[in-house]
């Protein structure tokens, strides 16, 4: 009787330690183990490197939640972002790297993944009509990457995008002074036109603002004589 109850208990406790690894996510509900760290470090990698971003996201994701204590997790962390980022799933990109840089923010990858943060906002620029949201960050990224690392290799590349991301932001405000002027709100034309040539004096669009500034100025000075 003895001897039963006790291999009842083995049974039991065995059958407990499979499902407690589903559980506690260590394998799936059917039981099966999971693969290992360096199983999903090795698939990962492999089609990360085949661009195929979706299956090397999924190995990713699975091994940051998987093995968080793993010396492979902030490896997970950064290429979450960096497959995100491939995917063109900028929100989910910027999430992953602004996570990444508040969790470690002396790691060697910080001055990669201030460019990236940047790049998530530059790749959502648009023409000068619409949102000039993405233009804005993007140079708040790489202005803050040229005073954190002003010797990094990516600096060249920065200010070609500061250029372009400068020019386009004057270009929505000489839209906007524009929509002013025809629609005959001089005085908020006049503002937009003089906040141009101000703020972007070597913008392309700063000529044309202020040749804008004296016909807008007449206009602001007839309607307030009436």
Known sequence: MK?????FFVLFYGLFALQ???????????????????????EGAYAYEDK???KSLKAYTQLKEW?????????????IADCNFQLEQYDEALD?????EELHPKNDAIVR???RQGLCWYNQVDTIDRDNRPAVKALIEFI??????????????????????TDNLAGHELYVAEYYYKSRKYKAALNRYKYLVENFPTSEYAAV???????AQKKVDAKEKK
């Open 113 to 115: 993944i201030i460019y």
């Open 52 to 54: 195929k971003y979706k």
């Open 67 to 79: 093995y968080p204590f793993s010396k492979w997790a902030i490896l997970a962390e950064l290429r």
């Open 20 to 42: 407690g690894c589903a559980f506690f996510g260590f394998g799936d509900e059917s039981g099966q183990m999971y693969k290992s760290a360096g199983q999903l470090v090795e």
């Open 3 to 7: 001897k039963t109850i006790i291999i």
């Open 209 to 215: 603002a202020l040749s804008r500034i004296s016909a």
């Open 144 to 165: 803050r990457l040229k005073e954190r690392f002003p010797n990094s290799k990516y600096v060249p590349k920065v200010n070609k995008m500061i250029v372009e991301c």
């Open 96 to 100: 992953a790297y602004k996570e990444f």
